[in-house]
């Protein structure tokens, strides 16, 4: 089978497609045909190593998976003797952010909280799309009590995690200003925000407006910057450490002074994020966003355009 190979952490240039072994399912293992996989920040990290953390998670020296991906939508080709809740053909998804070896024709898994049937009206390409951001995002909401009468401001709405936090927060029935560039504001206003900020043209942190809970979806801003467009008692989360890591620290102490603080989203576990997103989608509550789509073999491309910081939601590799 053809599978997305990188021996040692680097850029997009260690990638190389090859035929290797197809795996072959342990008892407690299903053998899945992966039909869509995106190319998402988490693989970026993957990929590179960096931050450097990432190489005490997945290998010090080098990495200990050598097929790339975290996530896929599939079907299910065979299944160990041990597994009972999964079936042959039934259409599944899942991820999980130390990497499942997904950009490859076929792959196993060994089922835990990491994969849910998909459901009838979604299609491949958009349960690949639903994951990895969607994960990110509900960690946003649930570590808050946003209520109705709240004000959300979300920078950076057109990332992965930013255009699925925006449909989440909005199933709140609350008020939410994004921000976005100028070639996607139909698209965020069509995802449901109240106010739209062009970051090209204008900086959200000059006006006057207050708000509950900022969410800086791309980490581009700081607590600094949005402290007084907060209410008292207001919330700030970022999805980036800060440019001098300071979110940790401002996470510790923030809460014991003042009366605005700032959350970090240590993500919870798939078994509560996988459920919801799929209800969501069931419910028709939560479209994920697509942008481009690469075939297996130009694989290395779509890792160039995300690492470049310039998607649209999700990029997808259809195999
Ligand atoms: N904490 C975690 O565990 C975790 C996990 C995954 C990802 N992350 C981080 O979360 C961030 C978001 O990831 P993502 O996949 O959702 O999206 P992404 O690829 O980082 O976001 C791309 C989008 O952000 C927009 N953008 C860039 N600069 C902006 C700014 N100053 N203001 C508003 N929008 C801006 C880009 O617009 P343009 O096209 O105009 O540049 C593009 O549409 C990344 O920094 C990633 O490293 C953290």
């Known amino acids: 089978m053809k599978a997305a190979i990188r021996r040692s952490y680097g850029s997009p240039d260690v990638i190389r497609v090859e035929e290797i072994n197809q795996p072959i399912p342990e008892d407690d293992e299903i053998l899945i045909r992966v039909h869509a996989t995106t190319v998402n920040r988490t693989d970026c990290a993957n990929l590179t190593g960096k931050p450097f953390i990432m190489h005490f998670v997945l290998g010090f020296f080098r990495p200990r998976k050598v097929v790339l991906g975290t996530d896929f939508a599939g079907e299910v080709v065979e299944t160990g003797k041990n597994i009972k809740d999964f079936k042959v053909n039934q259409r599944v998804f899942g991820f999980t952010d130390t990497g499942l070896e997904s ?9 835990k909280d990491n994969i849910l049937s998909i459901p009838n009206h979604i299609n491949y390409q958009q349960a690949a799309a639903s994951l990895e951001g969607a994960h990110y995002a509900y960690t946003f909401i649930h570590k808050t009590d946003i209520q109705s009468d ?3 401001l979300i920078n950076g709405a057109t990332g992965a995690i930013g255009s699925a936090l925006l449909q989440f927060v909005k199933t709140l029935n609350v008020y939410v200003a994004a921000t976005c560039n100028t070639k996607n504001m139909e ?4 995802l449901g925000a109240d106010k739209v900020y062009d970051y090209t043209k ?11 809970f900022i969410f800086d979806s791309v980490g581009k801003s700081t607590f600094g910057k949005c402290k007084h467009l ?23 102490f923030t809460p014991l002074f003042g009366d605005k ?39 290395d491309e779509a890792y160039q355009y ?14």
């Open 261 to 299: 603080k700032v959350i970090f989203p240590v993500p919870y576990s798939l078994s509560k994020t996988l459920p919801y997103i799929k209800l969501l989608m069931e419910r028709g509550e939560f479209k994920p966003v697509i942008d481009r789509e690469y075939p297996l073999n130009a694989i």
């Open 202 to 212: 204008e900086d959200f942190t000059m006006d006057d407006d207050k708000y509950d």
């Open 103 to 111: 950009q490859a024709e076929y792959m196993v898994i060994k089922p």
């Open 230 to 252: 907060l209410n008292k008692g207001g919330i700030y989360i970022s999805s980036e450490l800060g440019p001098y890591s300071q979110n940790i620290f401002l996470a510790l």
């Open 187 to 190: 698209l965020i206003r069509s």
């Open 150 to 152: 709240h004000r959300i």
């Open 306 to 319: 995300v690492l470049s910081g310039q998607k649209t939601g999700n990029v997808i590799i259809n195999i």
